[in-house]
Protein backbone atom coordinates (compact mmCIF):
# COMPACT_ATOMS: atom_id res chain seq x y z
CA UNK A 1 0.00 0.00 0.00
CA UNK A 2 1.01 3.19 -1.10
CA UNK A 3 2.53 5.78 2.19
CA UNK A 4 1.66 9.61 1.57
CA UNK A 5 2.90 12.29 3.18
CA UNK A 6 1.93 15.49 2.88
CA UNK A 7 4.29 18.78 3.62
CA UNK A 8 4.81 22.77 2.52
CA UNK A 9 2.17 23.69 4.82
CA UNK A 10 1.86 26.94 6.99
CA UNK A 11 1.02 30.39 7.82
CA UNK A 12 0.58 32.88 4.76
CA UNK A 13 -1.00 36.43 4.30
CA UNK A 14 -4.00 36.62 1.98
CA UNK A 15 -2.57 36.89 -1.40
CA UNK A 16 -0.30 35.12 -0.85
CA UNK A 17 1.34 31.65 -2.09
CA UNK A 18 2.03 27.96 -0.86
CA UNK A 19 3.23 25.05 -2.67
CA UNK A 20 2.30 21.92 -0.78
CA UNK A 21 4.08 18.42 -1.59
CA UNK A 22 2.75 15.08 -1.34
CA UNK A 23 5.64 12.21 -1.38
CA UNK A 24 4.93 8.88 -1.62
CA UNK A 25 6.41 5.37 -0.80
CA UNK A 26 6.59 1.76 -0.48
CA UNK A 27 5.11 2.29 -4.28
CA UNK A 28 5.15 4.66 -7.40
CA UNK A 29 2.20 6.78 -7.92
CA UNK A 30 2.60 6.52 -11.41
CA UNK A 31 -0.62 3.91 -11.93
CA UNK A 32 -3.02 5.77 -9.49
CA UNK A 33 -4.86 9.38 -9.75
CA UNK A 34 -3.81 11.76 -7.75
CA UNK A 35 -6.02 13.86 -5.34
CA UNK A 36 -5.94 16.63 -2.99
CA UNK A 37 -9.32 17.41 -0.53
CA UNK A 38 -9.17 19.42 2.37
CA UNK A 39 -11.25 20.11 5.84
CA UNK A 40 -11.79 23.05 7.68
CA UNK A 41 -12.89 23.48 11.28
CA UNK A 42 -15.92 22.30 11.49
CA UNK A 43 -16.42 21.48 7.69
CA UNK A 44 -17.00 17.97 5.83
CA UNK A 45 -12.98 17.30 3.48
CA UNK A 46 -13.89 18.64 0.17
CA UNK A 47 -12.74 17.75 -2.95
CA UNK A 48 -10.30 20.43 -4.43
CA UNK A 49 -8.01 18.98 -7.47
CA UNK A 50 -6.92 15.48 -9.18
CA UNK A 51 -4.55 14.82 -11.78
CA UNK A 52 -4.93 11.36 -13.78
CA UNK A 53 -1.88 9.52 -14.50
CA UNK A 54 -1.65 10.50 -17.73
CA UNK A 55 -1.95 14.01 -16.27
CA UNK A 56 -5.37 15.30 -16.97
CA UNK A 57 -6.85 17.81 -14.39
CA UNK A 58 -9.99 18.91 -12.62
CA UNK A 59 -10.39 21.28 -9.79
CA UNK A 60 -13.40 22.46 -7.49
CA UNK A 61 -14.96 25.53 -8.55
CA UNK A 62 -13.52 27.39 -5.61
CA UNK A 63 -10.00 26.77 -6.16
CA UNK A 64 -9.91 26.97 -10.27
CA UNK A 65 -7.81 29.57 -11.42
CA UNK A 66 -6.03 29.92 -8.41
CA UNK A 67 -4.52 26.46 -7.86
CA UNK A 68 -2.71 23.61 -10.17
CA UNK A 69 -2.27 20.64 -9.25
CA UNK A 70 1.08 18.63 -11.32
CA UNK A 71 2.86 15.52 -10.82
CA UNK A 72 6.24 14.08 -11.03
CA UNK A 73 6.37 10.62 -11.33
CA UNK A 74 9.93 10.59 -11.42
CA UNK A 75 10.30 11.75 -7.69
CA UNK A 76 7.16 10.31 -6.68
CA UNK A 77 5.42 13.53 -5.63
CA UNK A 78 2.22 15.50 -6.34
CA UNK A 79 2.29 19.00 -6.07
CA UNK A 80 -0.23 21.49 -5.25
CA UNK A 81 0.55 25.56 -5.98
CA UNK A 82 -1.81 27.46 -4.15
CA UNK A 83 -2.21 31.41 -5.56
CA UNK A 84 -4.17 34.08 -4.36
CA UNK A 85 -4.50 32.90 -1.20
CA UNK A 86 -7.75 34.20 1.07
CA UNK A 87 -9.04 33.05 4.49
CA UNK A 88 -11.34 31.05 3.24
CA UNK A 89 -8.55 28.57 2.00
CA UNK A 90 -7.93 28.09 5.43
CA UNK A 91 -7.92 24.12 6.30
CA UNK A 92 -5.89 20.86 6.55
CA UNK A 93 -5.13 19.53 2.87
CA UNK A 94 -4.89 16.20 2.55
CA UNK A 95 -2.94 13.99 -0.65
CA UNK A 96 -5.08 11.03 -1.49
CA UNK A 97 -4.14 7.85 -4.29
CA UNK A 98 -6.56 6.09 -5.69
CA UNK A 99 -9.58 7.94 -4.55
CA UNK A 100 -12.08 8.23 -1.76
CA UNK A 101 -11.14 3.68 -1.03
CA UNK A 102 -7.43 4.34 -1.48
CA UNK A 103 -4.39 6.16 0.71
CA UNK A 104 -4.52 9.16 2.51
CA UNK A 105 -1.75 11.45 3.96
CA UNK A 106 -2.22 12.80 7.18
CA UNK A 107 -1.91 16.42 6.34
CA UNK A 108 -0.84 19.73 6.45
CA UNK A 109 -1.91 22.77 8.18
CA UNK A 110 -2.93 25.83 5.61
CA UNK A 111 -3.62 29.05 7.48
CA UNK A 112 -4.55 32.54 5.81
CA UNK A 113 -4.23 35.47 8.19
CA UNK A 114 -3.25 38.62 8.40
Known amino acids: QVQLVESGGGLVQPGGSLRLSCTAS????????MYWHRQAPGKQREFIAN???????NYAASVKGRFTISRDNAKNTVYLQMNSLNPEDTATYYC????????WGRGTQVTVSS
Open 26 to 33: RSSISIYA
Open 96 to 103: NAGGINGA
Open 51 to 57: ISPNGGT
